[in-house]
């Protein structure tokens, strides 16, 4: 019942009441990262969803599209601007994600969506994190954030499809508002972003 009817509905209950009362934050974010970005204040990219079904996820860009003098794009921490750098570290990055949320694309809670090109390095066990929409915070992310292992965060995750409840969606958005005042585990250690996961 929860995770059918329920959840559902609280998410895009919460998504567009969310998004209302945070409006003016967008809007003075998106003004920063315009000129900070040279106009690009949005990152878009493809995710995979419940079931592996790709879609869109949208995030404020937190890093320029500097290159080097051979056009390759500069470091992640090179290209990652000062006004990204706060964005990221209060996590209002995540903001625009309340828009896949309201659409049905994601959770407010949920296993991270990773990138698509990890989908056929997953084993059985790790695949299974797609049972469920994906979240913008998760069991993962309140258990160590970019901050943890690979092999520990798909264990949170298929943890979470296996133990969904409206108590642990409810404690897990209580402990994400304690990380993100905290600004803990934002990072992988002494890296911008965390490693690409490479199936093993």
Same mark, same amino acid.
């Given at each position: 019942?929860?995770?059918?009817?329920?959840?559902?509905?609280?998410d895009i209950?919460?998504?567009l &009441?969310?998004?209302? $009362?945070? #409006?003016?934050?967008? &809007?003075?974010?998106?003004? #920063?990262?315009?000129?900070?970005?040279d106009?690009?204040?949005?990152?878009?990219?493809?995710?995979?969803?419940?079931?592996g079904?790709v879609?869109?996820?949208?995030?404020?860009?937190?890093?320029? @599209?500097?290159k080097?003098?051979?056009?390759? $794009?500069?470091?992640?921490?090179?290209? %990652?601007?000062?006004?990204?750098?706060?964005?990221?570290?209060?996590?209002?990055?995540?903001?625009?994600?309340?828009?896949?949320?309201?659409?049905?694309?994601?959770?407010?809670?949920?296993?991270?969506?990773?990138?698509?090109?990890?989908?056929? %390095?997953?084993?059985?066990?790790?695949?299974?994190?797609?049972?469920?929409?994906?979240?913008?915070?998760? !069991?993962?992310?309140?258990?160590g954030?970019?901050?943890?292992?690979?092999?520990?965060?798909?264990?949170? @995750?298929? !943890?979470?499809? @296996?133990?969904?409840?409206?108590i %642990?969606?409810?404690?897990?958005?209580?402990?994400t508002?304690?990380?993100?005042?905290?600004?803990?585990?934002?990072?992988?250690e002494?890296a911008?972003t965390?490693?690409?996961? @490479?199936?093993?």
């Amino acid at each position: 019942m929860y995770k059918s009817f329920i959840k559902p509905f609280f998410d895009i209950t919460s998504s567009l &009441i969310g998004l209302v $009362l945070l #409006l003016p934050v967008f &809007i003075i974010i998106t003004i #920063l990262l315009f000129i900070a970005n040279d106009g690009k204040p949005f990152f878009f990219q493809l995710r995979p969803g419940k079931n592996g079904v790709v879609f869109k996820i949208i995030k404020f860009k937190t890093m320029n @599209d500097k290159k080097d003098k051979n056009g390759n $794009l500069l470091s992640d921490a090179a290209r %990652l601007t000062k006004v990204g750098k706060f964005v990221r570290k209060t996590s209002l990055d995540e903001i625009p994600q309340l828009i896949n949320v309201a659409k049905g694309d994601m959770s407010l809670v949920g296993p991270r969506p990773l990138l698509t090109n990890y989908l056929h %390095l997953y084993n059985n066990f790790q695949n299974r994190r797609h049972e469920v929409k994906p979240g913008i915070s998760g !069991w993962a992310q309140v258990n160590g954030r970019n901050a943890i292992s690979w092999d520990k965060k798909f264990e949170y @995750d298929v !943890w979470y499809v @296996d133990n969904i409840s409206f108590i %642990l969606d409810v404690k897990i958005i209580l402990k994400t508002i304690l990380k993100v005042v905290k600004s803990d585990g934002i990072n992988a250690e002494n890296a911008a972003t965390i490693e690409p996961f @490479d199936g093993k």
